[in-house]
């Protein structure tokens, strides 16, 4: 997975906190990324329907939906695509014996393992939600979302 996926995770349960937009520039340097390229990544999350986003001076980027309507697998995918993690390009093809109409992406074992793998995957990842992620951090450091608040205040 690329760094977009880390950086969007981060960045929705931040927003989770938030009641207004928060430009590009100040949700970048609250982790110290390039904004142009954590940018292309929100808009993923905004085609996706996962933020919207405002123009303007008092513009920026929120979620658009509440953080339990949002799964990590939806973040993924926005960011990742939906396909396969794993890519059978049928080599089984190229070895010894009869290969007729053979769909080795169908029959070849490692391609069935990491199938099953990625699938379980996928279904822990529908499962979980921003909120969540956000309940266990809040947990974990009651004072995540003051401090992200803060910190959001001082970057504008």
């Not at 951090?137 to 970057?155: F, Q």
Request: a negative charge; hydrophobic letters at 40%; proline letters at 6%.
């Amino acid at each position: 997975m690329s760094q977009g996926v880390e950086w969007a995770l981060h960045t929705c349960l931040n927003l989770s906190w938030l009641d207004t937009p928060v430009p590009t520039s100040t949700l970048a340097a609250f982790y110290e990324l390039p904004p142009a390229y954590l940018n292309k990544q929100l808009q993923a999350l905004v085609r996706a329907g996962i933020l919207t986003s405002t123009s303007g001076p008092r513009g920026g980027f929120r979620l658009a939906r509440a953080p339990g309507a949002v799964s990590l697998l939806d973040i993924v995918t926005a960011i990742e695509g939906p396909e396969e993690l794993f890519q059978c390009d049928q080599i089984l093809s190229k070895g010894p014996g009869e290969h007729m109409g053979v769909d080795y992406r169908q029959s070849c074992a490692f391609a069935q393992a990491m199938r099953g793998a990625d699938l379980a995957w996928r279904r822990e990842l529908a499962g979980k939600t921003v909120a969540d992620v956000r309940a266990d951090v809040e947990h974990r450091h009651p004072e995540a979302p003051a401090d992200t608040r803060a910190r959001i205040v001082e970057l504008r």
